[in-house]
């Protein structure tokens, strides 16, 4: 069935299923939601978390030299000025007259890029996204606006080519520290996580005693008052980042960024997200901050996106923050008797756009073939079983003759090592179902026969087959294909 269904469809298919299933809800939902503010349900918040520790864990245990930190939301307004994002964190953005509808500039190109594919003029899509990498590339707005003219791109509500000229429109929140609410007092949610592993560069490495080459990893909360809000939580206004800035020699930068750019591919690899499904976007203008940049890109149902940005900083960040702050953030190396700035390699993935490859990979609809009787089917979750929200079901077969205690017991013995869930309400195959569906990869069924001799049927999720094992034999095998490669 998954085949069949075309990705436009297949995306809403899984944004509900991830509603109904406990995985992501819209925020205030009894309010109507939140535009691009999403919560994360039971079982959404396991998948998260399993994938936010499996990346703390290859990073921090797995790679030598790399620490972490837990910096704070709020810092310092000059740290925004002196990162260049308060000058410079904008997207060039375009509002339709008629509709007051405001759109990011690359979005509605893009956008009609892909109904002229749809309408096979490919080659026509590509000379547009050409050019208008061209005029990205250039900071090119009037070059944009006469794209969006020529191609006559339309506002998807009004209809119409009533456009502005292309603005640029900074993407940072504010707030106000303290009770007085003037421009002095302005503070801003940090729209990256980054800064707060710069700003603490000197601390982090004189307390770890850190020598360079040395990371600093970071996992926390970003904010961004994104224009064009779309696409479930692959857009969001509040957002995780899971950061590691990589600092090294001056010089030596290029050799790092081809080793986290090949390093970070295999992380994806070892989690089971399939080759094909992933590529590098090189980009062809690099933000103000960096001499190198790659995208890794994750073929969702709507094409090929951003999951992953790996940059070459340079020196910006240090030296900027040198510049306004006074204070030193020179490296001395014993080795070579010389200060410098180090250079920085960065990896910067959303947590969050990962939660949505792990659900789009994963997400099945397919048709089981029955030799008697009509076809059965099945939405199932092939999550990789170490990231899975829960690892095994226990389900006794019935609801007496000591069944349930002895699957009870069971997951007492389990439990300390990975996530269980006990059910022994409805038919086996509706409890199967329901495990499917919320990407379980073992269920274990509690029979008369488990009473005599300690042996129960583990089913599993993908293939459905099942056997007969000790009990004992099930955790040992659950708690070997749980691990995953450090
Ligand atoms: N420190 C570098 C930096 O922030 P970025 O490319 O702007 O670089 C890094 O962001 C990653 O953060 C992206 O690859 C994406 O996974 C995630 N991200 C960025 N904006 C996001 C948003 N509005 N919603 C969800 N994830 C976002």
Sequence with gaps: MN????????????????????????????????????????????????IREY?????????????????????????????????????????????????????????????????NQTALADTLLQEMDACIAQDNFTGLKELIDRYKIKCSVSNTCNWTPVRQFNLMFSTQLGSVSDEANTIYLRPETAQGIFANFLNVQKTARMKIPFGIAQVGKAFRNEIVA?????????????????FVKPGSQKDWYIYWKEERLKWYKNIGIPVDNLRYHDHVKTAHYA??????????????????????R???????????????????????????????????????????????????????????????????????????????????????????????AFIDTCKTSFKCFYEEKDTIGKRYRRQDAIGTPFCVTIDHQTKDDQTATIRYRDSMLQERLPLEEIKKKISAIIRLPL
């Design 291 to 312: 001499d190198a940049a790659v995208d890794i890109e994750f073929n969702f149902p709507f094409g090929f996106k951003e999951v992953e940005g790996i940059h070459s």
């Design 3 to 50: 085949k069949e269904k075309q990705p436009d469809d297949l995306f809403p298919s899984i944004i509900a299923h991830a509603k109904e299933y406990g995985f992501i809800f819209p925020s205030s939902d009894i309010y109507e939601g939140l535009s691009a503010v999403y919560d994360y349900g039971p079982y959404g918040c396991e998948l998260k978390r399993n």
């Design 230 to 246: 779309r696409q479930f939580i692959f857009r969001m206004r509040e957002f995780e980042q899971m950061e590691m800035q990589f």
């Design 55 to 119: 990346w703390w864990q290859w990073m921090t245990l797995a790679h030598d030299h790399i620490v972490g930190i837990d910096a704070a939301i709020f810092m310092h307004p000059t740290t925004w000025k002196a990162s260049g994002h308060i000058d410079s964190f904008s997207d060039p953005m375009i509002d339709n007259l008629d509709s007051k509808k405001r759109y990011r500039v690359d979005h509605l190109i893009e956008l009609h890029a892909e109904e002229l594919k749809k309408n």
């Design 314 to 408: 340079t020196d910006f960040d240090l030296s900027q923050h040198q510049k306004f702050s006074g204070k030193k953030m020179q490296y001395f190396d014993t080795e070579t008797n010389q200060h410098f700035i180090p250079y920085v390699i960065e990896t910067s993935v959303g947590l969050d756009r990962l939660v949505l490859l792990i659900l789009c990979n994963a997400y099945k609809e397919e048709v089981i073939k029955k030799e008697n009787g009509p076809d059965d089917s099945r939405v199932v979750l092939k999550i990789p079983p170490p990231l899975a929200p829960i690892k095994l079901a226990v389900l006794p077969l019935t609801k007496k003759d000591g069944l349930p205690e002895i699957a009870r």
